[in-house]
């Protein structure tokens, strides 16, 4: 797959821009701030419907605009696609294929499919387990379009839930002096009963979800490895263990602050006793059995701090180099080398999921090589380059190693220059 033609209308700093693409390697050179790595941005969010630089949607309309526009022209194979997205803040986002009627934004995941690096991905070693757990969720939403709606709607029950849960710690500290009671709760034993009913709806959610993820993690694991040695000299085992609550794999102090590292015991253990494996080759059924149990068992503690402790809103995915924890025992480099093989083992899964021929993931690499030393930005060029169709983004021609030939454009506060044809101007932002 290769996107041929990139137009953006309102889109960051860009009023208006079309760019005509193709395969094989395309460099987008300009020093930080003049827009280049907008471009890349604008096609992440076709395939992902997210930005990896903001969580909002309000920062990627230009100042004055009310939405913004980013369309794409891509070819699979035989065949040529047109996508969509409206971007409307504090609305709904709106897509289109083809030109046909307008449809919901998340319909549009899994046509174009990308795998974009860039510096923020060290937050997947080094971060918040909310990295890690957003890093497996975009990909399941790409590779299975249908999670995006199993995904929403276990964030709206989640709402729901702690809402519930909020309001009767409040009501029983107001009635009680901080009494511990269930039953002196708003309602008492109807708050109970409420809280059952969405036990179940969150169980029945979270269980798919889980069991997605848990077969994701299975996928990835062989392809994290091998990465891992294409990019280093293959002294060390990279491995990824899925660490589930619902299995009571994550302790409430450890998620409190949601940016602890594992816990002492996992140290020095194998990735299969530290993480859950229970969850492995279990349905939803099961799961959502087991999901329920664990619900029960933690309500007297839920509805002491008034939230849910369960679930896979707190989960992580532990990442081990060797017998160690990747985060706060990985060097800088071995840092920057798992996060690289987390994006390249995402790649290969997409490639085996291939349908058709032609079906290869576009790789996007923004503003990494000028991160990497003069090896690793050697291996990673030389793996990147075998795809159909690579963008990459660097302040200067000297970060671009000589693997990477083919076309350069020039980005600069007052156009997007190919050779000596000027492209359409953009604002400068």
Do not use: C
Not at 9 to 18: E, G
Not at 51 to 56: A, E, F, T, W
Not at 234 to 259: H, I, L, M, N, Q
């Amino acid at each position: 797959m290769y996107v041929e033609r990139l137009s953006l209308t309102d889109f960051r700093s860009y009023a208006q821009l079309d760019l005509e693409l193709g395969p094989g390697a395309t460099v987008l050179v300009g020093q930080n701030g003049v827009g280049k790595t907008n471009l890349v941005e604008a096609l992440g969010m076709l395939s992902t419907l997210s930005s990896h630089r903001v969580s909002s949607d309000a920062p990627l309309v230009r100042f004055g605009a009310e939405r913004a526009l980013v369309r794409a022209a891509f070819v699979r194979g035989t065949q040529r696609s047109a996508l969509e997205l409206e971007i409307n803040p504090g609305r709904a986002n709106r897509g289109r294929i083809n030109r046909g009627a307008t449809i919901r934004a998340r319909d549009l995941l899994g046509i174009a499919r990308t795998v974009l690096f860039a510096p923020e991905d060290l937050a997947l070693v080094k971060g918040d387990p909310s990295a890690r757990r957003r890093f497996l969720d975009e990909l399941l939403t790409v590779l299975l379009p249908h999670l995006a709606g199993t995904r929403a709607d276990y964030d709206r029950v989640l709402k729901q839930r702690n809402a519930l849960l909020k309001s009767a710690r409040s009501a029983r500290f107001s009635r009680r002096g901080g009494g511990t009671d269930a039953r002196d709760a708003s309602g008492g034993a109807s708050v109970e009963s409420t809280l059952d009913v969405w036990d179940t709806h969150l169980a029945q959610a979270g269980a798919r979800l889980l069991a997605a993820r848990a077969a994701l993690v299975a996928r990835l694991a062989p392809h994290l490895d091998a990465a891992y040695a294409q990019l280093t000299d293959g002294s060390k085992v990279a491995r990824a263990v899925y660490r589930s609550s619902v299995e009571g794999g994550v302790p409430d102090a450890e998620e409190d602050a949601d940016d602890a590292g594992p816990p002492p015991s996992s140290v020095g253990e194998p990735a299969a006793a530290a993480g859950s494996p229970g969850l492995a080759g279990l349905g939803a059924d099961e799961i959502a059995e087991r999901f329920l149990a664990a619900l029960a068992a933690a309500r007297p503690r839920e509805l002491e701090r008034g939230l849910t402790l369960v679930g896979p809103h707190r989960d992580d995915l532990e990442l081990f180099l060797g017998e160690a924890p990747a985060k706060g025992f990985a060097s800088h480099g071995e840092t920057w080398s798992f996060a690289l093989a987390l994006r390249l083992a995402s790649y290969y899964v997409m490639l085996d999921d291939s349908a058709v021929p032609g079906d290869e993931p576009i790789l996007i690499l923004d503003d990494v090589f000028a991160e990497l030393d003069a090896t690793r930005r050697a291996r990673l060029a030389a793996i990147v380059a075998k795809a159909e169709q690579v963008l990459v983004t660097a302040a200067v021609d000297a970060d671009i190693p000589p693997e990477l030939g083919g076309r350069r454009i020039r980005v600069s506060p007052g156009a997007v220059e190919d050779g000596d044809a000027a492209l359409p101007e953009h604002e400068d932002g």
